[in-house]
């Protein structure tokens, strides 16, 4: 059926959730104007789904704050970027945790 909803007090019973890593964005307006900050989170999008089926579990849930100078950057530069974050040791350590305890409550 796809992977569980996170919350295991059942606060949201009626969630189902499928698929994953997932991602969320937040991208202020300091970023720029609507168009420059829906742009940027298109670009956010297709950078995180070319690492992240690399680097990620399913079961991951990541969660991106853009700064205006991301606008800068290429799409090329916001995937290395988004990669060498992902493999940050304090990363890697959290989505192995992660990994392990949701194979426990299985």
């Known amino acids: 059926m796809g992977a569980e ?5 059942d606060l949201r019973p009626d969630v189902v959730l499928h698929g994953g890593p997932w991602l969320g964005l937040i991208i202020s307006k300091k970023v720029g104007n609507a168009v420059i900050r829906h742009r940027t ?7 995180f ?5 690399d680097e990620l579990p399913r079961e991951t849930y990541v969660v991106i704050r853009a700064f205006p ?3 800068d950057r290429s ?3 916001l995937a290395e970027v988004l990669r060498s974050a992902l493999r940050h040791r304090k990363v890697v ?6 990994s392990t305890e949701a ?3 299985r």
């Not at 989170?41 to 950078?47: G, I, K, T």
């Not at 789904?49 to 089926?53: D, F, Y």
């Open 49 to 53: 789904a070319a690492v992240a089926s």
């Open 75 to 77: 799409s090329t530069e």
């Open 69 to 71: 100078g991301i606008v």
């Open 103 to 105: 194979e426990v409550v």
């Open 41 to 47: 989170a298109r670009r956010l999008r297709h950078a």
């Open 5 to 9: 909803w996170p919350d295991r007090t």
């Open 93 to 98: 350590a959290a989505v192995r945790a992660a």
